[in-house]
């Protein structure tokens, strides 16, 4: 089981918050594209011996492809790879890319989920974090969507300087009415070097507030719970039976090939990064050569990654699994460093499963960090 | 004797003083060029990274002039006041010092200090301009500086270049001619003088000495006359890159003494070696035991590691005789050492020695100086204050007294307003004040010990932007306003956070150490108050807000290693820090106080 990711460095403009790779400068697609598809082809040989169960378009905004350049790349992927019958193909898409006629024309394509861009119903926020489409747009695109998508996610932002806990609510409210099966939430995060961190020091922007996060993280858990969807992952909740597959792999340990200028692949051993540049990965690309670093794991850095990844999400840190792929070593240390969490009630142990506790989620990175094994 | 010469080497650091040695040990031909390396005779690791020169060194030098042979003694000074003692013995060990004055920065503080010891004891000066090669050079200023300075001729001063070798023929030429060679009488009972030591974990204690009269053989029996102590002499020989063993060393020369000494403090650098049997009547003037500076808590980072960390400062003291520790304990920080250091960088070279050779994670606490406070029931009696704790209560302080040094800064004329406005801030008291030239300027002042140590170097640099340099000796106890400023997190004091103030300064302080410890404890799950008193009274305080979130949101393929590495580093950190009640301190924060104006 693994999957691969594809990542489609391009933007119409420039979200404020964004620290991602893509340029908005589109006039390179079509080359892109083309190198996307050699390098789909040129490393069909290291997933020799995988299935593909998850196909992921991701970016970027890869809402910007059109239909063909889109069945251009999943064509290339079903020749040179051992895909199974069923697999899950998500496309990452921004409202305002997705018309009805889009929508209709997606549905036709293998591309059977789609992960929307919403991240708000207000206008203001939009506004603020410059988002490329409107609260109309956002809600006009969902009605369309669901009627032709069944494994829909939502992606929504709290946290955001001016949003009250209120209008949080009402956000949660209405991408429910859409009756979709998974939603992404993330806290607005002020990444260094981009325009919000510009515009929160030069005092334009409200700084973000961790006690407003905090609360609307709660709100957040406390009402999808309360409709049914599980918190799967620190950020991820679907209904049984949707939950994304290809981001589920991530924490999972399992193996992934990523496709692109920044894209990252994983083999079990070894993670290994593209270039975060388009024209170099074009470049390089062309003569045939990847553009890309590596790194090999070792035990340790696996067992960190195991529990940096196993505390998010509801499978918590099997102690069995521990012993079995670290040794004793390994799991006495787990067990002592735990303690002292277990005491303040932020972490769990059921069923021999170390897990955070529902007042250890929004603490989670600075646990996994005092469980990590350090020389 | 008569081609015999020794001599050191004196500047103010960075003058180009090791850079220099290694000119004359090439152009003596005292190495060859598979031994050649930079800054040869800066042997630790730490002198060379460092560019200062914290142990003397001595090397012999073999120099044909005018067709006869002569052996040169250079005797290299540690570059640090830390060190001056060391400094004053190695200089008593020569008959002539040569003056290195770098041409673009002219005289500075330690030329002047240094000059000052060389002239004590008597020796032939030998100015030399050095780094002439430099296009920023100002020889012509710079010589008048150095006449005004010596009331020498200016044609005695030898231009040099330690880079390019430029000058150093002269250089040597001028050391034959102009230094006297020794005096001395090898028929008189042996007394020479020890001027280093340096311990060699194979061999024990070499002690490195220069014969006054008479000579040492292999396997006399030898006395050091302070510590009273004999001792059979294993081996002795001269010092040249490799130590070269003989049967005698004679009056007027410099060599080496293994007698398998095991532990450093046994070897005082200038106590006198004289024969057992027949001892000389006088010992070599100037003798002191050196007391320590500067004292701080060293504890390790995990308790555990105590007994541990006792064998590392023991070890550390075989080979760094300066170095004093008795065991102290801490309410906070549990079981370490009270350390005794010459100076503040002596301190740092300490702590960093237990991290690189012993492997050793420690917490240095706060520093100060030795006060003697005096109570009521006993006003006569001196109660020693080497720790904060140690004070006693107030309503028992009868007073206290304080160590006072006389500072010498020199700094350019623009920057006299600066400099004095910092001195008086530390509680300096101008005491001369003399324009060496026009732009130049010699300050004097008495000081508090106690506030050179708190950050004194470097906003002296900052304030003079570079131009002003500084040195300083002892001149005794004063009394004093002194109070002890606590330090409570969480409503519980720490020990080893409290520090010995001057009452004027301690509101103004207690609130920035506040603030400096708000900034350095790192969040935790809940607030935590931070308290700075006097006794009971609270005069400052700030809280560290509680960790609400602590989790980064998004953690997809791209973001897992670089998210790892992260959090490993966050957990590297923490291995530096100290748990006390249930707030997390980091190893910096317990030196908080140094740093307070960054
Ligand atoms: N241009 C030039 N630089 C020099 C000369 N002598 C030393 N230096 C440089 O000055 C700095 C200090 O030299 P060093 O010998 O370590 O000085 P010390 O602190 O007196 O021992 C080093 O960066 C040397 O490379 C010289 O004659 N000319
Ligand atoms: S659309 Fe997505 S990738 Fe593009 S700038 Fe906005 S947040 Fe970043
Ligand atoms: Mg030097």
Redesign the interface.
Known sequence: MSGI?IHIPFCKQACHYCDFHFSTSINKKSELVNALVKELEFRKDEFKNQVVETIYF?GGTPSLLTIDELRLLIDTVYAHYNVVSNPEITLEANPDDLTNQQINKLANTPINRLSIGVQSFFEKDLKLMNRAHNAEEAKQCLEEATIRFDNISVDLIYGIPGLTNENWLKNIETALSFNIPHIS???L?VEPKTALETFIKKGIVDDVD??Q??AQ?YLLVEELEASGFVHYE??NFGKPGFFSKN?SA??QGKP?L?IGP?????NGNQ?S?NVSNNSKYIKSIDKSILPSET?TLTQM?KY??YV??GL?TIWGVSIQKVTNEFGDDFTKHLLNQSQLFIN?Q?LYIDNEILKVTQKG??????????L?K?N | MKHIRNFCIIAHIDHGKSTLADRLLDSTGSVTDREKQDQLLDSMDLERERGITIKSHAIQMDYNYKGEQYVLNLIDTPGHVDFSYEVSRSIAACEGALLIVDAAQSIQAQTISNLYLALENDLEIIPVLNKVDLPSANPEEVTDDIVDLLGCDPSEIIHASGKTGFGVDNILAAVIERIPPPKGNVDEPLQALIFDSVYNPFRGVETYFRVINGSIKKNQQIKFIATGKTYNADEVGTLRLKQFPRTEIKAGDVGYLITGIKEAKEVKVGDTITDAKEPTKNPISGFEDVKPMVFAGIYPVDTEDYEELRASMEKLQLNDASLVFVPESSAALGFGFRCGFLGMLHMEIIQERLEREFDMTVITTVPNVSYHAFTHKNPDAIVIVNNPSDLPDPSTLNRVEEPYIKATIITKSDFVGNVMSLCIEKRGMITNQTYLTPERVELNFDMPLAEIVFDFYDRLKTVSKGYASFDYSPIGMRVSKLVRVDILLNSQPVDALSALIHADNAQNIGKKMCEKLKELIPRQQFDIPIQAAIGAKIISRETIKALRKDVTAKCYGGDISRKRKLLEKQKKGKKRMRQVGNVEIPQQAFMAVLKLND
Do not use: C, P
């Open positions: 990711y991701g939430s993330y806290a995060t961790e006690e996060a905090q993280f620190l950020s981001n991530y924490w992934y990523g920044s894209a990252h692949s994983f993670r990064w790194e850095d960190n990654e940096m990844t998010r303040q932020l989620k929004f603490l989670s990175d600075g646990i996994a960090s005092e990590f350090v």
